[in-house]
């Protein structure tokens, strides 16, 4: 079979892979695509540092979706990196891969390799503890000071719970058929192999198979093997002609019990890439296999750990079993090839790794509107140059304003059209470093998100029907928030801000990743500073779909429903009470949790026959939407003392905002269809003004502001599209229910409640004054209007002014009295 085919398997939310060389166009065409499809949609690749800033230099064609849709981490070794590994983990299960093939598109489909699986349906089993140990092995090459990197593995994490409690196999374990695996690989002091050889202490091996494509010079390792083993007899095979190989150094005490097999594929023209060793005794075939060739380099020896980077995978199996597996019955039957009339191909010169290697020029990775350079240890950044490369590594007219070092990276603000795909640095002395892939953060954590699954996808097929707004909604908005949640798991706990740490290669450092909503805004530039760019919150996440579908409806951003997106958390949409005191009632939390006494909703006199279905429609819609209500009303605040509110209860409150405002009217006119039940006046408890303010007291009122609780990433350099978004839903709201209740006797009571609650609103959200002109505030402001303004009588002049002078009366209040 050819090892691509089998990436098309659903189940797992993470691939890691790791390589020696790399081919782009392979990768993405032949293993991305399959991964995606199948629902895999974080995906990591490492690979040798040299081999990557070779494929990166010379390919005519360069990566596509590189920092984009996967990562790729550049890993160094004494000699060079080296494993063959392709680790997918799922929410319970996981998969490993030990081969000998590199991703390019020889290794995935042209050469003979050989690979072996390792499934993981019990987390006891020993299967487990193997998986456990090469994600440990992997891990240690992983820079979690890059942003990307720590956001993919920590996505990682949430999902593979399981695994956190599963030791790493330290040597052999017994596996689920009972027989023995080992995983083996070089970050120890102890060699390769030399733990392969321990396996064999005091077994008596009647025969050696060993096969390699490459070999050392004096054959150092092989003659390790024939020495410590002492088989009765041992098969090389060799793919004569193609292979380099020196029949002479076999040691002169074995010569005679070496059979060199002139090995070739089925189709000739393949290269014989796989590397196996197999010591066979009476009861059973031991087998090591995966990246390592037979060298001093790969195996190491019994005091040299090996320079390489290399994994493999040791199973102790039936006597025959593994010659059966890789078909070897002919070969070992074949006429050996006599020492003498070898033919050996000629050595191939040497790459240059080391020296390829020297012009790695570090990490970058791209946030919005800022460029971060990690440059290698040793290197002065103020006498180099960067230089930005498009996707065809043509050059960039963008520009780039130095700000400063921070964690021993330097930031940089990006002005200008495009964002980068790739960056080189241009030395003091004129030489160019090799180019290096910028990651584009946000679309990796826009694109690293769950798989559909049939809940999901149940969820978002219900939204892709709905044409207007109603309840069915919100209903919409907690299956898609539990669904995700029942696959990611707990949120991480907030991590307040932390001075600067040093980058700890592979180390799970855990400063500046989750921050309040103060902590947040206090060290974000106001919009007016910068460049527009959406900033989504909700990326990564299915309930994007439900922000686009608000815009949509409001003709604002985005026109289709983004509908592959992930990551939220759960709580039943609830809501509750309200009250009916002055300005202080907004500390108190007193007002909006009372329903009104005085004023009772009177009973509808019986409408003729034929109208009697209407009417009973429309009540029960009211009812509806006024339950609705008073359970977010009660859910939010116990939701502030739990967990804190998240960008998923944002949009929560801005879907209500919306179903409310599609569902009032002025009262005055008949109403224009069934959903139109909340009358502005006439039944206070049951009007939309008094609906709308219990709704943002919940958020913004009381004892404990629950706004207060609200946590987001701090990824993000500026208030991200979708909270500015609910910010202005919110000043939309408020401002409509004081321009409608100031004209209106029976809401007095509650007007100063109405004012303070407005105050509170413009003071939490933490916008300057010149912030409130931002055009994506602006925007969202029209279309509310346009969109509800004529069925409620709203003057959007009056709403726009009264914004206007709110924002210049309580923002510059609180600007002069938090002045020294």
Same mark, same amino acid.
């Given at each position: 079979?050819?090892?691509?085919?089998?990436f098309?398997?659903?189940?797992?939310?993470?691939?890691?892979?790791?390589?020696?060389?790399?081919?782009?166009?392979?990768?993405?065409?032949m293993?991305?695509?399959r991964?995606?499809?199948?629902?895999c949609?974080?995906?990591?690749?490492?690979?040798?540092?040299?081999m990557?800033?070779?494929?990166?230099?010379?390919?005519?064609?360069?990566?596509?979706?590189a920092?984009?849709k996967?990562?790729v981490t550049?890993?160094s070794?004494k000699?060079?990196?080296h494993?063959?590994?392709?680790?997918?983990l799922?929410?319970?299960?996981?998969r490993?891969?030990?081969?000998?093939?590199?991703?390019?598109?020889?290794?995935?489909?042209?050469?003979?390799?050989?690979?072996g699986?390792?499934?993981?349906?019990?987390?006891?089993?020993g299967e487990?503890?193997?998986?456990?140990?090469?994600?440990?092995?992997?891990?240690?090459?992983?820079?979690?000071s890059?942003?990307?990197?720590?956001?993919?593995?920590?996505?990682?994490?949430?999902?593979t719970?399981w695994?956190?409690?599963?030791?790493?196999?330290?040597?052999?374990?017994?596996?689920?058929?009972?027989?023995?695996?080992?995983?083996?690989?070089?970050?120890?002091?102890?060699s390769?192999?030399?733990?392969?050889?321990?396996?064999?202490?005091?077994?008596k091996?009647?025969?050696?198979?060993?096969?390699?494509p490459?070999?050392d010079?004096?054959?150092s390792?092989?003659?390790l093997?024939l020495?410590?083993?002492?088989?009765?007899?041992a098969?090389?095979?060799?793919d004569?002609?193609?292979?380099?190989?020196?029949?002479?150094?076999?040691?002169?005490?074995?010569?005679?019990?070496?059979?060199?097999?002139?090995?070739?594929?089925?189709?000739?023209?393949?290269f014989?890439?796989?590397?196996?060793?197999?010591?066979?005794?009476?009861?059973?075939d031991?087998?090591?296999y995966?990246?390592?060739n037979?060298t001093?380099?790969?195996?190491g020896?019994?005091?040299?750990?090996?320079?390489?980077?290399?994994?493999?995978?040791?199973r102790?199996?039936p006597?025959g079993?593994?010659?059966?597996?890789?078909?070897?019955e002919?070969?070992l039957?074949?006429?050996?090839?006599?020492?003498?009339?070898f033919?050996?191909?000629?050595?191939?010169?040497?790459?240059?790794l080391?020296?390829?290697?020297a012009?790695f020029?570090?990490?970058?990775?791209?946030i919005?509107?800022?460029?971060?350079?990690?440059?290698?240890?040793?290197t002065?950044?103020?006498k180099?140059?960067i230089?930005?490369?498009?996707?065809d590594?043509?050059?960039?007219?963008?520009a780039?304003k130095?700000?400063?070092?921070?964690?021993?990276?330097?930031?940089?603000?990006?002005s200008?059209?495009?964002?980068?795909?790739?960056?080189?640095v241009?030395?003091?002395?004129?030489?160019?470093?090799?180019?290096?892939i910028?990651?584009?953060?946000?679309?990796?954590?826009?694109?690293?998100?769950?798989?559909?699954?049939?809940?999901i996808?149940?969820?978002?097929?219900q939204?892709? =029907?709905e044409?207007?707004?109603g309840?069915?909604?919100?209903?919409?908005? !907690? %299956?898609?928030?539990? /669904? @995700?949640? &029942? +696959?990611?798991?707990?949120?991480?706990?907030?991590v307040?801000?932390?001075?600067?740490?040093?980058r700890?290669?592979?180390?799970?450092?855990?400063?500046?990743?989750k921050?309040?909503?103060?902590?947040?805004?206090?060290?974000?530039?106001?919009?007016?500073?910068?460049?527009e760019r959406n900033?989504n919150?909700l990326?990564?996440?299915?309930?994007?779909?439900?922000?686009?579908?608000?815009?949509?409806?409001?003709?604002i951003?985005?026109t289709k429903?983004?509908? =592959?997106e992930?990551?939220?958390e759960?709580?039943?949409?609830?809501?509750g !009470? %309200?009250?009916?005191? /002055? @300005?202080? &009632? +907004?500390?108190?939390?007193e007002?909006?949790n009372?329903?009104?006494?005085?004023?009772?909703?009177s009973?509808?006199?019986?409408?003729?026959?034929?109208?009697?279905c209407v009417?009973?429609?429309?009540?029960a819609t009211?009812?509806?939407?006024?339950?609705?209500?008073?359970?977010?009303?009660?859910?939010?605040?116990?939701?502030?003392?739990?967990?804190?509110?998240?960008c998923?209860?944002?949009?929560r409150?801005?879907?209500?905002?919306?179903?409310?405002?599609?569902?009032?009217?002025?009262g005055?006119?008949p109403?224009?269809?069934s959903?139109?039940?909340?009358?502005? /006046?006439?039944?206070v408890?049951?009007?939309?003004?008094?609906l709308?303010?219990?709704?943002?007291?919940?958020y913004?009122?009381?004892?404990?502001?629950a706004?207060?609780?609200?946590?987001?990433d701090d990824?993000?350099?500026?208030?991200?599209?979708?909270?500015?978004?609910c910010?202005?839903?919110?000043?939309?709201a408020i401002?409509?229910?004081i321009?409608t209740?100031?004209r209106?006797?029976e809401?007095?009571?509650?007007?100063?409640s109405?004012?303070?609650?407005?105050?509170?609103?413009?003071?939490?959200i933490?916008?300057?004054q010149?912030?409130?002109?931002?055009?994506?505030i602006?925007?969202v402001?029209?279309?509310?209007?346009?969109?509800?303004?004529?069925?409620?009588?709203?003057?959007y002049?009056?709403?726009?002014?009264?914004?206007?002078h709110?924002?210049?009366?309580?923002?510059?209040?609180?600007v002069?009295?938090?002045?020294?």
């Amino acid at each position: 079979m050819k090892l691509y085919e089998i990436f098309g398997k659903s189940g797992f939310h993470t691939t890691i892979a790791t390589s020696f060389g790399i081919d782009f166009g392979a990768y993405e065409n032949m293993m991305l695509s399959r991964l995606r499809g199948a629902g895999c949609n974080n995906n990591l690749i490492v690979v040798d540092a040299g081999m990557l800033s070779l494929a990166l230099e010379g390919i005519p064609e360069p990566p596509h979706q590189a920092g984009l849709k996967y990562t790729v981490t550049p890993a160094s070794a004494k000699g060079v990196f080296h494993p063959k590994l392709i680790l997918q983990l799922g929410q319970s299960s996981a998969r490993l891969i030990v081969s000998s093939a590199n991703i390019t598109a020889a290794g995935l489909a042209g050469n003979l390799e050989v690979a072996g699986m390792i499934e993981v349906e019990d987390k006891k089993a020993g299967e487990a503890r193997l998986v456990a140990a090469s994600l440990s092995f992997i891990s240690t090459f992983f820079d979690q000071s890059l942003k990307g990197t720590y956001h993919q593995l920590s996505w990682m994490h949430a999902r593979t719970s399981w695994l956190h409690s599963v030791e790493p196999a330290e040597g052999i374990v017994k596996l689920s058929d009972g027989s023995d695996g080992a995983f083996f690989c070089s970050n120890r002091q102890t060699s390769i192999a030399t733990r392969f050889l321990n396996c064999l202490d005091g077994k008596k091996i009647h025969r050696l198979i060993v096969i390699s494509p490459y070999w050392d010079d004096d054959l150092s390792s092989l003659n390790l093997m024939l020495a410590k083993m002492s088989p009765s007899e041992a098969y090389l095979l060799l793919d004569q002609g193609r292979q380099v190989f020196s029949p002479e150094k076999i040691a002169h005490d074995f010569k005679k019990r070496v059979k060199l097999i002139d090995f070739k594929a089925k189709n000739e023209s393949r290269f014989i890439h796989a590397k196996v060793i197999i010591a066979q005794t009476n009861k059973q075939d031991h087998v090591l296999y995966g990246s390592a060739n037979c060298t001093r380099a790969a195996l190491g020896n019994e005091r040299f750990g090996g320079s390489n980077a290399e994994a493999c995978l040791y199973r102790a199996l039936p006597s025959g079993a593994a010659i059966n597996a890789l078909g070897l019955e002919d070969e070992l039957k074949a006429e050996p090839i006599s020492h003498r009339g070898f033919q050996s191909a000629v050595s191939p010169p040497d790459i240059p790794l080391n020296e390829i290697a020297a012009r790695f020029p570090g990490h970058f990775t791209c946030i919005y509107e800022k460029l971060i350079w990690s440059p290698p240890h040793g290197t002065d950044p103020a006498k180099n140059d960067i230089e930005l490369l498009d996707k065809d590594k043509a050059p960039m007219t963008l520009a780039l304003k130095r700000i400063g070092m921070i964690d021993d990276a330097v930031h940089f603000q990006l002005s200008g059209p495009g964002r980068p795909a790739f960056a080189r640095v241009r030395r003091c002395d004129g030489s160019l470093s090799a180019p290096a892939i910028v990651v584009i953060l946000e679309e990796l954590r826009d694109a690293v998100k769950d798989a559909r699954n049939r809940r999901i996808e149940a969820a978002l097929a219900q939204l892709e =029907e709905e044409t207007d707004l109603g309840l069915s909604l919100l209903e919409i908005l !907690d %299956e898609l928030e539990a /669904a @995700e949640m &029942a +696959i990611s798991g707990e949120d991480q706990p907030m991590v307040r801000r932390q001075g600067a740490s040093g980058r700890k290669g592979s180390e799970h450092t855990e400063t500046n990743r989750k921050l309040s909503y103060e902590q947040f805004i206090s060290g974000r530039r106001l919009r007016s500073e910068i460049e527009e760019r959406n900033q989504n919150g909700l990326a990564g996440s299915h309930l994007s779909s439900i922000r686009s579908f608000l815009n949509r409806l409001l003709d604002i951003g985005e026109t289709k429903l983004a509908a =592959e997106e992930a990551a939220a958390e759960i709580n039943a949409f609830n809501l509750g !009470d %309200e009250t009916s005191c /002055a @300005e202080d &009632a +907004i500390e108190s939390g007193e007002d909006f949790n009372n329903p009104s006494s005085e004023q009772k909703p009177s009973a509808k006199a019986p409408e003729e026959l034929s109208k009697m279905c209407v009417a009973e429609q429309r009540q029960a819609t009211r009812e509806q939407i006024i339950s609705a209500v008073e359970n977010l009303v009660l859910a939010i605040p116990e939701k502030a003392r739990s967990k804190g509110l998240r960008c998923s209860d944002l949009l929560r409150l801005r879907a209500i905002i919306m179903i409310l405002s599609r569902a009032a009217w002025n009262g005055a006119t008949p109403p224009k269809n069934s959903l139109q039940v909340l009358p502005m /006046a006439g039944d206070v408890d049951a009007g939309w003004p008094r609906l709308l303010g219990k709704v943002l007291f919940a958020y913004f009122g009381g004892n404990r502001i629950a706004i207060h609780t609200l946590v987001l990433d701090d990824f993000y350099d500026q208030i991200p599209d979708d909270i500015l978004e609910c910010w202005a839903s919110c000043i939309w709201a408020i401002q409509a229910i004081i321009v409608t209740t100031t004209r209106l006797k029976e809401y007095e009571s509650l007007s100063r409640s109405f004012e303070g609650l407005r105050d509170s609103i413009y003071r939490l959200i933490g916008l300057q004054q010149e912030d409130m002109q931002d055009k994506r505030i602006i925007r969202v402001l029209n279309a509310l209007s346009s969109r509800f303004g004529n069925d409620l009588d709203l003057d959007y002049g009056l709403i726009e002014a009264a914004h206007q002078h709110t924002a210049l009366t309580v923002l510059k209040h609180k600007v002069t009295a938090n002045k020294p």
